[in-house]
């Protein structure tokens, strides 16, 4: 039966080949790999992983992450092992663990007698050394150690000299058990993985594609450098958790970091001869690594102000993020404590297509989801598609979960939904519900239907009132169904208390617009056309959107990069001169939309006083568009129309920078102060995210919404 042990070393892809071995244990076996449990013959342990137990039970050191299983239990592994792989004997079977590299001669001759069959192989992957240092040293002062460069050297020197090292192990094993490969060019593509299969004869395994998460992966030089100046704090996995997060925002520094070049080249000198020898000897050629070349990209070991700041910045947030997430939870269970003291069943009806890509349809599906998870007899009810697929499908592309409790109104016929008062669907639905049933809609025409039914209703308004619509409110409040309202804008609020003087304004909720708290962990899309300095639009090129202050800031400034998402070319070409700046991404997905938009140095909401919709209605003076709480959740710098609408959210110079909406020299001016002022863009866009995260989320607006109709139902009955 043939084994293989994969040796490591540390910083060659291990821990990701571990990764894939273990999760792929079942579909490797088709392909004749057998990788035996890690803590096979040995009790339950909830911290086994794909490391092997086997190499620190060997030299009786045990690390955080070992399985807690008695060391003395080492003979019963073994024979766990050797049960495990009597069950496959057709196929390789792989035992893998770093710590097996740091092994000494009795560890390696113990090693031999617990597998003494001659068709037991040794695998390891050899990495330039001073390449391996660099990395090695990285990963040290991730985990708190405080080691330099030079007393790392020091230590590892035995491990370095590779031919002496293999030697060690080619006395026990034989030579001709010894496989040698080098760690170099390896791609993100998995091209590691397929080398891998290659060096244990199992080449057909190499198709298999692995979808594995980057693990183990060292800090950036800014991160790296940061941690290590914490170790005098003691314990640090609370900080490396942070630091892991933050880590892809930094840019990627090719060639050695934290060694200077003359110790790199005083390495690789020492070890030019033995690295021959290996080559000549387990390789049958003459060098051992094809690329000599040494590129440093290392610092003077000491950060700027700048790089502190965003190193300081990010923890800073991500610390506040963990904060905030506590207070949700917080905030949950006192919701769920009031959703229990609620009696009343709560209908949330839309005339909306759900989903649908239209913003009604996204503010819709979200307040419905969101309201579902926090009431306890809820239900929903709205329009769906006769072509749609099942609602978990079509709710899933939107990373939601369809509610429990739905009501999909196919039914609705297309002439009598939009001209006849009386929606008999709808109705049918109501003569099933109770009497206590409270009614939640953004349509006054449905809300008309549930009064007639007797139901208490609440009405969510978004647009400006029309004589009409003034006219159905004016009467439903005669009809002491409607206990209150909810308006997207303080402006919307005042104009329904001028309007309807019976209305108090304890009755008005005022609730703008959120977003999505998933938003907050979204990853940036790379940019196919970056800019020095990018600046990202996403939204429509209606009339009033400011497509021409736009291009105006474009024309005026020749090295930022102005990206649209969204608007048509052929559309914006029709309102002004399309400078070569100008980037047109076309219409992208929703999840593709906001991570161009978090890949932006800064974000333009260039509204105007008026702006015209499809229906040809001037929603201007009260639109609360879903694009400006996105934004807010991406952390980029906002440039926006000082609008009073938009006053309700933004704070000038404190989470976004405003200008009077037809001032192009105003917008201009903050974008150049943005590109010249880091430091501002961090603390803008942080702000920004932290106000989303406390006040912009669906399932804040939801809570609000919720206690509201609670309060208001109670006073009116």
Known sequence: MSIIIHIGMQKTGTTFLQKVLFEGRGE???????????????????????????????????????????????????????????????????????????????????????????????LVYLRRQDLWLDSYYAQLAKVGRDVSPEVLLRKERWRLNYFSWLESWARHFGSGNIIVRTYENFGPDNSIWEDFCGAIGRPGAAGLKPVVDAVNQSLSYELTLFSKNQHIYGDQRTLRHVLDKLN???????????????????????????????????????????????????????????????????????????????????????????????????????????PSPTANSVQSTHMACALDKIHPDFTAVYRSSPESGSPETDFAAYGLNPPRRAQPLRAFRPWLDWTHPDLPAFRAVLRRKPANTIVYTRSTRLSWVAASRGLVTFIELHDPLTPVRTAWLRHLLKTHRLPGLVATTKRLKADLLAALPSLSSERVLVAGGAASAALLDLLPIKLPQAGAFNVGYGGSAFCGKGIEILLACAARAPRMAFHLIGPDKAACARIGVLSPNVIFHGRKSHPETLGLLKSMDALMLP?????????????????SPLKLFEYLATGRPIVASGLPVFSEVLRDGENALLAPPEDVDGFCQHLHRLERESNLRHLLGAQARLDFAANYTWDHRAKRILKFITESASVAA
Request: hydrophobic fraction near 35%; charge should be positive; include cysteine.
């Open 607 to 623: 509204n105007q006083r008026s702006v015209i919709i499809r229906s040809g209605a001037d929603i201007g003076a009260h639109t």
């Open 248 to 354: 892809g925002h930094f840019q990627h520094r090719p060639g050695l970091k934290y060694l200077s070049r003359k110790l790199a080249e005083r390495t690789l000198e020492a070890s030019a001869e033995t690295n021959q020898c290996v080559a000549q000897k387990y390789l049958g050629r003459d060098r051992l690594f094809q690329d000599e070349t040494i590129s440093c990209s290392s610092g003077d070991g000491s950060l700027s102000v700048d790089q502190l700041s965003q190193v300081v910045g990010g923890i800073s947030i991500s610390l506040l993020g963990r904060m905030a997430k506590q207070e949700r939870r917080i905030r949950n269970l006192e919701t769920e404590l009031a959703s229990a003291r609620t009696r009343f069943p709560l209908l949330y009806a839309t005339r909306s297509l759900l």
């Open 28 to 122: 490797l076996l088709k392909h004749k790999i057998l990788y035996p449990h890690p803590i096979a013959g040995l009790p339950g342990d909830d911290r086994a992983n794909a490391h092997h137990w086997l190499a620190h039970a060997i030299v009786d050191s045990r690390k955080l992450y070992t399985p807690a299983a008695d060391f003395s239990l080492l003979k019963e592994h073994v024979d766990g092992l050797n049960k495990e792989h009597a069950l496959h004997p057709e196929a390789t079977a792989v035992i893998s663990s770093e710590g097996f590299s740091e092994f000494t001669a009795p560890a390696i001759a113990r090693l031999r007698q617990l597998f003494p069959s001659p068709d037991t192989r040794i």
